[in-house]
């Protein structure tokens, strides 16, 4: 079955500096993957999917990410954080099992003035 | 357009009940699956309901079902509750099954067990 890994639990950045959030898949093929994000208090909304073609995506909030077969890695970037992007972000890849996706445990983002 | 709606926000049980959690997908989509979030075991898949049928279901016990109404509104049902089953239960709507790109998740229903 497919899988994710996010190996940062936490993670700290200063508002204005730049962010990359870390995620790899394991799957043969190419697989579907997304980042989701959870604030507090609220249900996860969708950042941005990768299914084929161009490997760098854009998302919303200015969010973007590159896929990167070689590395079987989904990384999650953007230029210059802002205190609201404090929340809980979630890597996540369909499993062809069952077509449902599959979340990585996730990375707490704390934004510091 | 509103979202999805789940209803309790907030519920607190003891040990041994049932409880019944309510999900509205937003309008148009058929689709309704079912997620527990816990901080030990993360997001996991409970079930998928499509024109009222059950589709796919994940790896919990019988103690865990649902169903789906001809409106597409969807319950879950968690009977003899366990301490464990405390979590935020998230229901997310799509247009029809296995398109998981077009998923809108609402707010949660957070169950607490004592």
């Known amino acids: 079955a497919q899988s994710v890994t996010q190996p940062d639990i936490h993670i700290t950045v200063s508002e204005g500096a730049s962010l990359e959030l870390r995620c790899n898949y394991s799957?043969?093929?190419?697989?579907?993957l997304f980042w989701y994000v959870q604030s507090p208090g609220q249900g996860l909304q969708l950042l941005l999917k990768y299914f084929s073609g161009d490997t760098l995506v854009q998302g919303i909030k200015g969010f973007e990410a590159e896929f990167k077969r070689s590395q079987s890695s989904f990384n999650l970037r953007k230029p210059s954080v802002h205190w609201s992007d404090a929340a809980e972000y979630f890597c996540?890849?369909?499993?062809?099992?069952?077509?449902?996706?599959?979340f990585g445990t996730g990375t707490r983002l704390t934004i510091i003035p | 357009k509103a979202g999805v709606t789940q209803t309790p926000r907030y519920l607190i049980k003891t040990r041994g009940q049932q409880v019944t959690l309510s999900c509205s997908p937003i309008s148009g989509h058929r689709s309704v699956s079912w997620y527990q979030q816990t901080p030990g075991q993360g997001l996991q898949f409970l079930f998928e309901?499509?024109?009222?049928?059950?589709?796919n279901k994940g790896n919990f016990p019988g103690r865990f079902s649902g169903r789906q109404f001809s409106n597409s509104r969807s319950e879950m049902n968690v009977s003899t509750l366990e301490l464990g089953d405390s979590a935020l239960y998230l229901c997310?709507?799509?247009?029809?099954?296995?398109?998981?790109?077009?998923?809108?998740f609402g707010p949660g229903t957070r169950l607490t067990v004592l």
């Open positions: 799957y043969g093929a190419t697989p579907y």
């Open positions: 309901y499509f024109s009222e049928t059950q589709r």
């Open positions: 997310a709507s799509s247009l029809a099954p296995g398109q998981s790109d077009t998923q809108y």
């Open positions: 996540a890849v369909v499993n062809f099992g069952n077509e449902k996706l599959t």
